[in-house]
């Protein structure tokens, strides 16, 4: 069956460090990745998209890997400070419009 | 501009109770998602709307859920005798529908609680 894997225990890390998240998915071939943003109450918000002939997309201080041979996305957030605390969801598409989304891992920020 | 908006926020209603929940998508989105997210779980796909096409109607979890776009803007998400599993945070997306333009802009979600 088709999976998506974010790891479902919090991160918590020191302010100042690199933030890196997974994103592992079975019996997919997408032709893009996107990553999301969630903080509590509300919606998610697109941060970054990630296409499957691209290795390595960056945005200010994020950064997004595909390694499309591993099945994997590492997402990673530089200089990290606490209002960068927040859920992190990755997203694949899945058929023309269709994204379908990993349960995503909170990240924790200690200044 | 004004993005995605739900009502209501919150909606606490007993179970065997009918509810219905709104989106409004943004002004010119041809696309609109309706997504169920429960506690600790992801996003769950429950309907997309596209234009004037018919429904993918394929991620509703049971008959008791139906869904409507009037106009190709507003949309309803209509839940029958609701039951306790129902409790979750419904969310709303909506976007160009535009090949190569698949970002989804999300509202703030409606949190049902079914007693």
């Known amino acids: 069956s088709q999976k998506i894997e974010q790891n479902s225990e919090a991160l918590n890390i020191q302010e100042g460090k690199t933030a890196t998240l997974t994103c592992n998915y079975t019996n997919y071939s997408p032709a893009y990745l996107q990553w999301y943003r969630q903080d509590p109450g509300r919606g998610p918000v697109f941060l970054l998209l990630i296409r499957e002939n691209e290795k390595e997309k960056r945005k200010e201080r994020l950064k997004v890997t595909f390694d499309t041979t591993l099945k994997q996305s590492l997402f990673h957030i530089t200089a990290s400070q606490p209002a960068d605390s927040a859920t992190y969801l990755c997203?694949?598409?899945?058929?023309?419009?269709?994204?379908?989304f990993g349960t995503g891992t909170r990240l924790l920020v200690s200044p | 501009g004004a993005g995605v908006s739900q009502s209501p926020s919150n909606k606490v209603t007993e179970k065997g109770k009918d509810v219905e929940l709104r989106c409004d998508p943004i002004?010119?989105?041809?696309?609109l998602y309706w997504y169920r997210q429960s506690l600790g779980q992801g996003l769950e796909f429950l309907i997309y709307?596209?234009?004037?096409?018919?429904?993918?109607k394929s991620g509703l979890p049971s008959d008791r859920f139906s869904a409507e776009r009037t106009g190709g803007s507003v949309s309803t998400l209509t839940i029958q005798r609701t039951q306790q599993e129902d409790s979750a945070v419904y969310l709303c997306?909506?976007?160009?529908?535009?090949?190569?333009?698949?970002?989804?802009?999300f509202g703030p979600g409606t949190r049902l609680t079914v007693l």
């Open positions: 997203a694949l598409r899945l058929g023309f419009q269709k994204l379908v």
């Open positions: 002004s010119g989105h041809t696309a």
């Open positions: 997306a909506s976007n160009l529908g535009l090949a190569g333009s698949d970002t989804q802009y």
């Open positions: 709307f596209q234009g004037n096409s018919a429904p993918d």
